[in-house]
């Protein structure tokens, strides 16, 4: 018998949008591989996509810091458990000192980066103990990325919401600097609001690609397609998928009709040289992290057990 609880069938509807009984199938027929089910309802249809559970446990702010000659850029995500305090003075200047340290620091993990001394003998870590002290609350820093441009060009960024989304762009150009601000601004809201995964479609895991391929064609076969014309539905699907993950190839949500690429293209004709969209970083606070949901029935139902 397949190994399973009744977590992991709602956990499953959850991602998925199915039915309970459609992915309790789904757990039997995969014995009880989490991923594989997932996959399974995306084949027969049932799923339309993969996706992490909305709901997060975290609180916190995401913060984006810029050097002044625009060559090096952090990002930083810290979390709390209240929105409360994630507004709170002391939290948002724990958060700024971060990510000025981010800026000069070489550190490549969240573990060496508060290991480092941040001034007045204190390191990273004793900053957040202190904070936690005074706050109340659990306060951890979840993750960080720097940028460091060493050749002409610049790095810009974007933050959402007062720090729900931050977003940093590095362009590579000789172009007009206000130009070129301009346009990586106009690139990190895009990324910002669409969510791309890679920079262009060599960028694609090749593995993940593959698994897509063999879902799109389990779902045109399950639809009753010819075998003529699956592969083209396929290559066609695949085309689609590289749009929605890929910032290049996807549409320009201020003019549709142009794609990143065409619009990339445009400004290098307005600095009369090539740029390059060299990377980009995307975090969403919170993102990942589930919160935990009481399950409530199950609950009462241990409680009377426990009465009788």
């Given amino acids: 018998m397949a190994n399973f609880t009744n977590q992991d069938i709602m956990k499953l509807r959850e991602q998925t949008g199915v039915g309970m009984m459609d992915c309790k199938k789904a757990l039997i027929a995969t014995d009880g591989n989490f991923e594989e089910a997932v996959k399974y309802l995306r084949e027969k249809g049932m799923a339309s996509a993969a996706k992490k559970a909305s709901r997060v446990a975290a609180e916190g702010l995401v913060r984006c810091l810029v050097s002044d000659d625009k060559k090096t850029a952090a990002i930083v995500e810290v979390n709390c458990e209240t929105d409360f305090v994630a507004r709170s003075d002391q939290f948002v200047a ?31 870590s004793d900053l957040v103990s202190e904070a936690v002290a005074s706050i109340g609350e659990k306060i951890s820093v979840r993750r960080f990325t720097k940028f460091a441009l060493d050749v002409e060009g610049l790095i810009a960024s974007y933050v959402h919401m007062g720090g729900k989304i931050g977003v940093l762009v590095e362009l590579k150009s000789n172009g007009d600097k206000e130009t070129l601000q301009e346009l990586a601004f106009n690139l990190a809201m895009q990324v910002a609001a669409a969510k791309p995964e890679v920079l262009n479609k060599e960028d694609v895991d090749a593995a993940k690609l593959e698994n897509e391929k063999e879902i799109l064609t389990a779902q045109s076969r399950n639809e009753g397609k010819p075998e003529a014309v699956i592969e083209k539905m396929v290559l066609g699907r695949i085309n689609k998928y590289y749009k929605e993950v890929c910032l290049l190839e996807q549409e320009y949500v201020r003019d549709t009709a142009l794609t990143i690429k065409q619009v990339v293209a445009d400004y290098e004709k307005k600095v009369g040289c090539p740029i390059t969209v060299a990377a980009f970083v995307r975090y969403e606070m919170g993102e990942g992290i589930e919160k935990r949901v009481d399950n409530f029935v199950d609950e009462i139902a241990e409680q009377l057990k426990a009465i009788k």
């Fill in 94 to 124: 724990l958060i700024e000192k971060i990510a000025q340290h981010v800026l000069v620091s070489d550190a490549k993990t969240v573990e060496e980066l508060l290991s480092e001394q941040f001034g007045e003998g204190k390191t990273g």
